[in-house]
């Protein structure tokens, strides 16, 4: 079964930094598309950032020059390094996989 699993999140002051993790079972890792979304109080889930195992990337608008996405295959997992965290951020943070999620992960910027 195909597993995700995040962690990393936190409450941290505007301008401050997190670092999300998402390791991964049950697929091969070796070709993917995974991608990081969130949903904030009273907003609809969002696309936020997307990776492929080509180390293609994709960035929400919001997020640009923030945010990066990476992964590390050997360990099954991909990563989102937020800066300059704005309080727009806050929001539960999802990690994504044909159709599968992971519980999420609540990043709170205040």
């Known amino acids: 079964d195909v597993q995700l699993v995040e962690s990393g999140g936190g409450s941290v002051q505007a301008g401050g930094s997190l670092r999300l993790s998402c390791t991964a079972s049950g697929f091969d890792f070796d070709v993917f598309d995974m991608g990081w979304y969130r949903q904030g109080p009273g907003n609809e889930c969002e696309l936020v950032s997307t990776?492929?195992?080509?180390?293609?990337?994709y960035y929400a608008d919001s997020v640009k020059d923030r945010f990066t996405i990476s992964q590390n295959t050997e360990k099954n997992t991909i990563y989102l390094q937020m800066n300059g965290l704005k309080p727009e951020d806050t929001a539960m943070y999802y990690c994504?996989?044909?159709?599968?999620w992971g519980h999420g992960t609540q990043v709170t910027v205040s």
């Open positions: 990776i492929s195992s080509d180390r293609t990337t």
């Open positions: 994504a996989y044909d159709g599968y």
